[in-house]
């Protein structure tokens, strides 16, 4: 199993460029999620997804649009990249138990910098 | 809601000396609790869980926490650190109805060979 990946690793857009985050998972899991990371900020959620076709909004969503037309796909945009949107962006996934004793599987991680 | 709370920011050690992490949450019902690792350049790995039981748990890399419910804590320990375990820490909570983790802001450890 590849468990989660994320594509591209890099990128350097200008302000006001668009992309696409790809984050892929082959563990069948229901739930992904995506975040940022900065320096002394931690993991701030931005959106997340409970299944195929279902999105919702986390701690950070603006500037950012998502979507989950696949399962084992969680793709985030950025319509028009702002130097503030400047992170290591991670993807993770988690199973579904009612229970909520799975931790969760993160990707690699995208590096973006906006000029 | 709730929140996680990660005292510390920065932690320097030497190798060899004992390592402890804090960290605190709020919130009032059943919790599940974990620990990950984020070592330089890579992404973020489970150390430990707790989730029910003894609540003394033993993770990977000699890593182990204890989950006090009545301090509402579930520190990590490691009696001696290594220079491998210099990384990033995080603390987080999942409460039985939500779906969404809460993370602590992390504790970066440097351990000095």
């Known amino acids: 199993n590849a468990g989660v990946t994320q594509t591209p690793k890099f990128r350097v857009l200008k302000t006001g460029q668009s992309m696409t985050l790809l984050c892929a998972q082959d563990?069948?899991?229901?739930?992904m999620y995506w975040y940022r990371q900065d320096p002394g900020m931690g993991l701030r959620l931005i959106h997340y997804?409970?299944?195929?076709?279902?999105?919702a909004k986390g701690e950070v969503p603006d500037g950012y649009n998502v979507s989950r037309l696949k399962k084992q796909n969680f793709l985030l945009g950025l319509e028009s990249a702002a130097p503030s949107q400047t992170s290591v962006y991670f993807c993770a996934s988690i199973t579904s138990g009612a229970s909520r004793r799975d931790e969760q599987f993160f990707g690699p991680g995208t590096r973006l910098t906006v000029l | 809601a709730q929140s996680v709370s990660q005292h510390n920011h920065h932690v320097i050690l030497s190798e060899a000396a004992s390592l402890e992490l804090g960290c605190n949450y709020s919130?009032?019902?059943?919790?599940?609790l974990f620990w990950y690792v984020q070592y330089p350049g890579q992404h973020l790995q489970l150390l430990l869980k707790?989730?029910?039981?003894?609540?003394l748990v033993k993770g990977i890399k000699g890593f182990e926490a204890e989950f006090i419910k009545s301090k509402f804590s579930f520190n990590l320990r490691k009696p001696s650190v290594q220079w491998s375990d210099t990384a990033e820490y995080f603390c987080a909570i999942i409460s039985g109805g939500s779906y969404i983790p809460t993370f602590g802001r992390g504790t970066s450890l440097i351990v000095h060979p």
């Open positions: 919130y009032g019902g059943t919790v599940n």
């Open positions: 997804s409970v299944g195929e076709g279902t999105t």
């Open positions: 707790y989730f029910s039981g003894d609540p």
């Open positions: 563990m069948n899991h229901e739930y």
